[in-house]
Nanobody, 123 residues
Framework: QVQLVESGGGLVQAGGSLRLSCAAS????????MGWFRQAPGKEREFVAR????????YYADTVKGRFTISRDNAKNTLFLQMNSLKPEDTAVYYC????????????????WGQGTQVTVSS
């Protein structure tokens, strides 16, 4: 059974940093793009960042460009999200997933969602 498990969330003040991890098991995803999404209460899940099998190929939502960095360790089948200069608007449950579709970064193109990790940024 494929399983993705997020960790590293927590409570941080605005301007602080957190590093999220996503450990995958059941399959190796080194050749697949992987991404981070987030969902705040009462809002739809939104795309945050994506990384392709090439570690130099990344894409970010405009809201996090320059502040977040996505990376991966293929040997350990693990995905990371370094979040700096956090803002209260970043408060959400953060999810990792595997990109199986090819058309966009809509959540419809991703699968194997993790359980999520809560990130709360206080002002």
């Amino acid at each position: 059974q494929v399983q993705l498990v997020e960790s590293g969330g927590g409570l941080v003040q605005a301007g602080g940093s957190l590093r999220l991890s996503c450990a995958a098991s059941g399959r190796t995803f080194s050749s697949y793009p992987m991404g981070w999404f987030r969902q705040a209460p009462g809002k739809e899940r939104e795309f945050v960042a994506r990384i392709n099998w090439s570690e130099s190929s990344t894409y970010y939502a405009d809201t996090v460009k320059g502040r977040f960095t996505i990376s991966r360790d293929n040997a350990k089948n693990t995905l990371f999200l370094q979040m700096n200069s956090l803002k209260p608007e970043d408060t959400a449950v953060y999810y990792c997933a595997v990109k199986l579709g090819v058309y966009s970064d809509s959540d419809k193109q991703y699968a194997y969602w993790g359980q999520g990790t809560q990130v709360t940024v206080s002002s």
